[in-house]
């Protein structure tokens, strides 16, 4: 599967936006599909999370309550909904997606086969 993420740009704090991630050569419903990010000199870092199975969501700690993963099966796309943004969700964002992923694995970022290229989200204050 090939994934292709957009819908990043420069935003004011507090402001939305929402990214996409839109695969092709493959069906998002049958993959886990997640977003990581990374800033300069950081490791990759998990975002969200919606799995294959059930169509759970996961999210990290610092993004609850103003991130949303959705998955649109008719448009073979998952959307991060990203509200009430911070300047310190500035960074480069990446979509992932996986086949055999367990629960318990599903924040790690070596476990995910396939990666789109990324988009820069940029918070000014």
């Known amino acids: 599967v090939q994934l292709q993420a957009s819908g990043g740009g420069l935003v004011q704090a507090g402001a939305s936006l929402r990214l996409s991630c839109t695969a092709s050569?493959?069906?998002?419903?049958?993959?886990?599909m997640g977003w990581f990010r990374q800033a300069p000199g950081k490791e990759r870092e998990f975002v969200a999370v919606?799995?294959?199975?059930?169509?759970?969501?996961f999210y990290t700690d610092s993004v609850k309550g103003r991130f949303t993963i959705s998955r649109e099966d008719a448009e073979n796309t998952v959307y991060l909904q990203m509200n009430g943004l911070k300047p310190e969700d500035t960074t480069v964002y990446y979509c992932?997606?996986?086949?055999?992923?367990?629960?318990?694995?599903?924040?790690?970022?070596?476990?995910?086969?396939?990666w789109g290229q990324g988009t820069q989200v940029t918070v000014s204050s």
């Open positions: 050569g493959g069906t998002v419903s049958t993959y886990t």
């Open positions: 919606v799995t294959l199975s059930g169509g759970r969501t």
């Open positions: 992932a997606a996986d086949q055999h992923l367990i629960t318990s694995a599903i924040a790690i970022v070596d476990q995910y086969d396939y």
